[in-house]
């Protein structure tokens, strides 16, 4: 093709920044004369109509030409994976479907330029192609993976296997819409994505208004992928041995009229007539199985082309861009003339996209809109006496689970280990088990609302899925396994931090800490997953909650429920515990971050032994209280005061310049003032106290001045008891009592 420049008068505005144009395709006159998508249409209206065939192969082309341009303007960025999608997320647009999500954050530069083409990206002051290449990888920009920031853009991509999550979720919510979401290679090789649709299925065998489409390119990030070596007939089987009734493959292959090695090849280096022929493949492949997942069939569909068809390079090398690849390198400058297209045929394009799926995804996806929720109401909170009966926390909080659950049925609790043995059977009880066998004895019915797969990806990711897409969920879990769901519950915690729109926040429940599980050994004892959270909490938008009992716990979930953006992590115990506290005095450490559960003034006798001075004990969770108040009354019987202090809500006892909350989008910068802190924490000497991670008691160790130490988990042991493992750790009231003479001596 000869890259031209035409007259400056006969460039769309849009076009500003593009550095080749190309002589009009073949047949432009006869199949380009019109869009394709009439004007008050939100489709096309016949995918075998050649003009359609032949202006989603346009589409297609004006995606590589600006995945590329864009990357090579900043020589960084991944062009190849999406190249070889290129005609299917073109016949998607043209088809009207624009809730398209990925798997694939590599594949951002090519979502970009799809927003673009639709003008979605206005709404960020992206108006021309050189604005586009402008921002890519900029700060307030396009940032280097797909993120909730970006106009049009319904769900984050980074780590791979997260896709089904965010399509499925949508397809709960939406069930008159498709969400199609682009896999590739090497998330299909992640072990979590299969499984979870499998699973999915089975809980909900009528959404089927997802669609994977997986984009089967021969090549990883470096290599080969894993499943490159399938045969067509393989892949097939595959995919209908999950439990796809539907799988839709259509291969370059077949198409190639020059001879091109290998099982993959690069469509763009067919003549031009057999290019139209694959499209129109394409394009009737993708209408057969959209068509199919509305109808109630579980669908997938697969191209096969080479990675990086059309682009700079082919195979994993056209993956990633390094320095060297800039717009001047004469690999980059031939491939971008050697996908040019005319002026007329960008004005083409921009308009189908434009007119596809009703308008710009900005003002369109499902994503730009906050879901309407049922009203609660007042929860049901029952307020248990101080110093009464010990109750256990996580059972009085499944009451409240329940309710929220009858009165929002869109509303889901996901575990995966199973509610009963975390003290809250009566979440199953209220509100079943999703499960195609209805049986009373084990609360299971297909109209359920608890979801549970024997995985912590699929819980974590169904729950946090559903949150990001506006509803309200709650992910339980044993803290020991949780781990195993953190990648995707921050990935959606993080983007809710940047998220254009309120949503309500991803909620959890972590139960069976350590210190209860003795006689299950290490395996079950794995608080260190405190630790991840507490290096969250700087984030600005991740707050875990530590209620000391069972008043508590009700009081904090009641606050989660309200709160919008925000990571909330409740850790509680299953155990029969204290009541300690008031409901006040939660509402109060929420607010304040801590509160005071008790105080000795000192005795002002046997000075030599410390006597006067007062040690105040910052204590994280609730059965690290046990030892502690033991050791307060040792303390007191040496003449030495002591406080104390419940540590509920430690991002609050941060300082504000420690944490990002003001470039949060829905910004929560309450934090305690330093003459608070001082009335709360303020002593001789200050011990911090925890079951877990060190990591959380961060914010007091940061603002107190006074002599201190901390006692926090070190590592699991086979045990008797909660005590004798609180042992193995140095959490005794003996150590306890040791150290704190120690420290006001």
Known sequence: MTATTPKATSIPDFCEGIQYFGEALPHFETYGANPAIAEGSVAISDPADPAAVYQTLLLADALRYLTLQITGSKASGHPGGFASSAEAHAALILLGYKNIITEVGHHAPGFYSSMFLDRSLEDMGISTVQQLRDRFREKHGLLGHLSGYIPGILAPAGPLGQGQHFAMAAALLHKDKLFPFTMGDGGMGEPYPMSSMAHFHTAYPSATNFLPVLIWNGYSQEHHSMVSTKTNEEMIAYWKGNGFAE????????????????????????????????????????????????????TAFIIKQLKGAGVHARGAKSHNLYPKDTLDAPHISEALKGRALSAEAWQLVRTNCERAGGGPAAKTAVTEFELPLSELGELPLEEYAVGGDPKVSTTAMGRLV??????????????????????????NQALKIIHPTTDDLYNQSPNGQVYEPLSEDACAGLAVGLSLMGARSLWCSYESFAINGLPIWQTVTQAMAELRRPTPATITLYTAGALEQGRNGWTHQRPEVEAYFAAMMRNGNVFPLFPPDANSIQVCYEWALTTKNKGIVITASKSPLPIRTTFAQTRQGLKDGAIVLQEIEPAQTNLNQGASKKVVFAVVGDMTLMPVFEAAAFLEGEGIGVKIVSVINPRRLYRPHDVAWDTCSQPDGDFLSDAKFAEIFGGDALIGVTGGASGMLEPVMLRSNAKRDTFAWKRGETTASAGELMAFNGLTAEALTKRAIELVH
């Open 402 to 427: 329940g309710k929220v659950g009858e009165c929002d049925r869109t509303f889901l609790v996901t575990n995966a280990d199973g509610n009963e043995a975390s003290g809250i059977a009566n979440i």
């Open 247 to 298: 799988v839709i493959l259509v291969n370059a292959k077949d198409f190639d009229d020059k001879n091109q090695p290998g099982d993959y090849v690069d469509s763009t280096a067919f003549s031009f007539e057999q290019r139209l022929a694959f499209t129109k493949a394409i394009l009737a492949g993708v209408d057969k199985a959209a068509k199919s997942a509305l109808g109630g069939k579980l």
